[in-house]
């Protein structure tokens, strides 16, 4: 037993030594050179800042800093028609303080349907688009940040709150309608020091997961109907909320998504679908709608001037493309609705077999504060000669925004406001 404890303690004592050596061993190896201080790791770099590593322009979307600029020098000289238009706005009961937002967790277009048997309820998003917009350029224009307080009061409520966009095939329209104009409130508030950063991050993935999602879905599938089944307004709609979501949210696949789709994608919202005929003679060009009713080729000309002029300020010329075919629409759509003049007319015929032979009269006149972005922009920006375009502004005068067309849904399609932001000299 004596032998057996003996033994025991010495080979406890040459294991011990035998650690402590691999220990002592490790250590000298760990001892930095003569005159070579040991190394630690430095402190780890700051976040960077999304908008500093962007390839995007913020704000960026209808409008830009240099934009503002502009206009609050020319409201402040109480120029015209600027200051006519910011009267309009300061005028509506949605871009007021007291304003109260009204989100809702199901965003339903497209109710009373066996999809969603519960009403519609659209006309809450439709409304607070409306006001953040409006909210959000009385911030900017006039500098008091109450409005901006207000303006981020209306999209963390709906952040918070809404959980989905529902409904039968309309949910794509209400995807698209409030999803470009979501964004678009967001972008100009973007850089108020009064979001916190984690809101404006949480309202970012809201704009994905419940607006862009239903977009994408529609824009790949069509609810698998044959391609041209819908009509352009409903490819437009969700193709400028992809493209407003992508450069509110710093996503550049979005954006390039959406350009790429204007002029090579398979559904009409393709421009060179949208804007359906070029009557050469004439030099104007027949919608894909027009032949439908005039109410939504109105609705396809505003979609094409925002869309256009988005990109516009993100450096992509869409207002160009194709030897400006969106002017050639626009001035055909404008010649026949506001000069109530006749137009040349192509027979039209879709997949499902729906042919026009004539262009339609329905609607014909109605008024959407949609001219200003086009005409400015190739009046003034490219130098081009815009004849029936001009006549509508002259027209209809100062532009306004939801709220100002009547409550339903159609005086809400376009954010409006075109006199006071798109005016150029």
Known sequence: MIRF????????????????????????????????????????????DPDEQSNFEHPGLLHTEEDFARVKEKVEAGAEPWISGWNKLTANSHSQLSYTPNPTERLIRGGNSREVPEADNYNRAMNDAAAAYQLGLRWKVSGDDAYADKAVEILNAWAATCEEVVGDSNRALGAGIYGYQFANAAEIVRDYEGWEDEDFKTYQTWMKEVFYSVNKAFLDT?????????????????????????????????????????????????????VYYVHEEEDLGQLQESGRDQGHSLLCVGYMGEISQMAYNQGVDLFGYQDNRILKGAEYTAKYNVLQQDVPFEPYNNCDDVNHTEISSEGRGGER???????????????????????????????????????????????GFGTLMYTLE
């Open 369 to 415: 504060p949609i001219w200003s972005v086009i005409y400015y922009h190739y009046a003034k920006v490219k130098g081009v000669d815009v004849d029936y375009i001009k006549e509508a502004i002259d027209f209809y005068g100062t532009e306004g925004g939801g709220g100002d067309y009547g409550p339903n849904s159609g005086g809400f399609d376009s954010l």
């Open 5 to 48: 404890f003996n033994f025991l303690m010495i080979f406890c004592f040459i294991c011990t030594s035998a650690c402590t050596a691999d220990d002592n061993i490790k250590l000298i190896r760990d001892i930095p050179p003569v005159g070579q201080e040991e190394q630690t790791d430095p402190d780890p770099e700051p976040e960077p």
């Open 222 to 274: 069509h609810w698998d109907t044959c391609i041209s089944h819908y009509w352009a307004n409903w490819d437009l709609v969700n193709l400028a909320s992809v493209l407003a979501i992508g450069v509110l949210t710093d996503d550049q696949e979005l954006f390039d998504f959406a350009i790429d789709y204007l002029k090579t994608g398979a559904g009409n919202g393709n421009l060179n679908k949208a």
